[in-house]
């Protein structure tokens, strides 16, 4: 079946909150969205194992999005069968000594980090912290010395690049989420509408394939400033996390000709 309309959505920041990952204020949109059979699809930097666990907290039959856009996962037989998009992650952490070399810079890689430093790093914490770990396309890191404008160029010149993420940078082959995502949506015969969020420059991309985009603001609740600039026609949800998301889902649902003046441009 071929859907009407779509949202796709970005999780951390975005549909979970940033402080606890939790997406409580959030369910009765997503009800609404399982009512009208309208699919929800994760596009994130999340690793398949993170999203795996989260779809099934929220009842999501895919496809799912995930490390930035370097695999589409959909599910088939029970299981989850993974299409690979990017980079492995082998290759890239072998690049990053050279991107370092290259750039006179130095940086952590998540996956050197010991458990205390990635769950300062990242907010996690326990099962939700070592499934973040499980990486198969992209590598999160934290710049400790340098210019993070000559790492961008070392990492061009060694066929990746560098992208902004809510946390942290993440190195990544050239594919990204909005390639994932326009991909997913050549499977449809006749396109659907398409609604996205998003919360960082890393969603900037797919959010401008989008019919309706929607930036859902910081803790501080002001969007970010990069994403604003590069996705101009969205919309911006009136709070942050999931409370924004929920609110920004239900007046977009609720609106006949156009958008609740619960959101504001």
Not at 105 to 124: P, W
Not at 218 to 229: F, Q, S
């Amino acid at each position: 079946m071929i859907p009407r309309r779509v949202v796709l959505t970005d999780l951390d920041g975005t549909l979970l909150d940033s402080h606890d990952f939790g997406f409580a204020p959030a369910l009765p949109a997503i009800e609404r969205l399982r009512v009208e059979e309208i699919p929800l699809i994760p596009v994130t930097s999340k690793t398949m194992a993170e999203v795996v666990t989260l779809a099934a907290a929220l009842g999501l039959p895919g496809p799912v999005i995930v490390e930035s856009g370097a695999a589409i996962a959909s599910r088939e037989a029970g299981g989850w069968t993974l299409i690979p998009l990017g980079i492995s992650v082998t290759e890239i952490r072998m690049r990053a000594r050279e991107i370092e070399a290259r750039s006179n810079a130095r940086f952590r890689l998540y996956s050197e980090m010991d458990e205390s430093e990635a769950e300062m790093i990242s907010g996690l914490k326990g099962l939700a912290l070592g499934q973040s770990r499980l990486r198969q396309f992209e590598e999160p890191f934290i710049l400790l010395e340098g210019d993070l404008d000559r790492v961008r160029r070392a990492a061009e010149a060694a066929g990746l690049v560098v992208r902004q993420g809510g946390r942290l940078l993440h190195l990544c082959g050239p594919v990204t989420k909005g390639d994932a995502a326009r991909r997913l949506l050549w499977t449809w015969t006749n396109r659907p509408y398409v609604i996205a969020l998003g919360d960082a420059p890393i969603d900037a991309d797919f959010l401008a394939l989008a019919d309706l985009a929607v930036i859902v603001p910081g803790v501080d609740g002001t969007p970010n400033a990069a994403l604003r600039e590069a996705v101009p026609e969205a919309i911006v949800a009136p709070a942050p996390g999931a409370r924004g998301w929920n609110a920004a889902i239900l007046a977009i649902l609720g609106e006949q000709g156009g958008v609740s003046d619960a959101i504001a441009r």
